[in-house]
Structures are given as C-alpha cells and as structure tokens.
C-alpha cells in the first residue's frame, strides 16, 4: 500500500491555510483551529466542533491521485465547515442544546453551509459528491489506511 508523500502534506496543508486565511479575512474573524485525522465515520465526514474544523486525512490522497479535484473538493468542505464556525460565532450553533433540538435546526443550517460553500467554491454539491466518490474508490484501493493526522498551522 502506497504511502502520502511529506510534500503533498505540505502542500495540502498550505492550501487549507490558504482558504481559511481568505474566509476568515473576508468575514473579520479570528481563525478556527483546523484539524486533519484518521478515520472520520463514513470515511469523509468533516465536521465542526467548537472552534474546530475537522477534516479527513484522505484529502491528502486525492491530492496526490489529482490535485485539480482535490482542491475543488477542498473549497467546498473547508468553506462548508467555515459557514458553521461563522454559525457558532453568531450564536446559531450552540454545543449546549439537545439532540432533538439540533435535529430541528439541522436542515437550515446544513442547507445555509451548503450554499455558502457552493457560492465560495463554484462547485456544486452534486458534483462534490460525484469526485469524491471517483478518488475514494482509487484511495481505496491504493493508499495505506494509516494516513497521517496532524493540526494546520493558519496564519491570520
């Protein structure tokens, strides 16, 4: 099985920075904390926890199987997640409430995340789904299940 490369960790890395740099400049906000590890349930599942955006080291793999893809999944998700982290700021998430609650507020938040993401990345939902899908099934297959985790150091 195929290891991630250190550069393509970098590189990744840099371009995640970069992103979260954009948004957090363009919004006037203090940076999340953004946080890469293994083995997010359904193998890519971002999501947001507190001040944190956490993605699936996979990322590092599509880059490396192709990078034009990779970074049009990377704008959607991170801008998905940086909506909730706006979210939370403004007090339209909050960590206290119920499961039940949540799951009442859930279709408007996801729904206002998805078109943020959409507008700032310019790539539809759909076709998220529809590249992820080609680059796990390669990752899948070639790349060692001990992808690296690691927090990305953002500048602000």
């Known amino acids: 099985m195929k290891k991630v490369d250190i550069k393509t960790v ?17 919004h006037n906000v203090e940076k999340p904390i953004v946080v890469v590890v293994r083995g997010l349930p359904m193998m890519f599942s971002p999501f947001f926890g507190a001040g944190k955006i956490i993605l699936n080291s996979i990322v590092y793999a599509f880059w490396e199987i192709d990078r034009e893809s990779a970074e049009r999944i990377l704008r959607f998700v991170v801008a998905h997640e ?7 700021l403004a007090g339209e998430i909050d960590f206290a409430i119920t499961d039940a609650v949540y799951e009442a507020i859930k ?11 959409e ?11 529809t590249i992820f899908k080609r680059l796990f099934e390669v ?5 060692s299940k001990r992808l690296p985790m690691m927090e990305v150091n953002v500048d602000v």
């Open 139 to 143: 990752a899948a297959k070639t790349y």
């Open 107 to 117: 279709p408007k938040i996801e729904e206002a995340a998805i078109r943020f993401a």
């Open 10 to 26: 970098n590189e990744v890395n840099e371009f995640i920075a970069s992103i979260i740099k954009e948004l957090c400049k363009k």
């Open 82 to 88: 940086f909506k909730h982290y706006l979210q939370y």
């Open 119 to 129: 507008e700032y990345s310019k790539v539809s939902s759909a076709e998220v789904s």
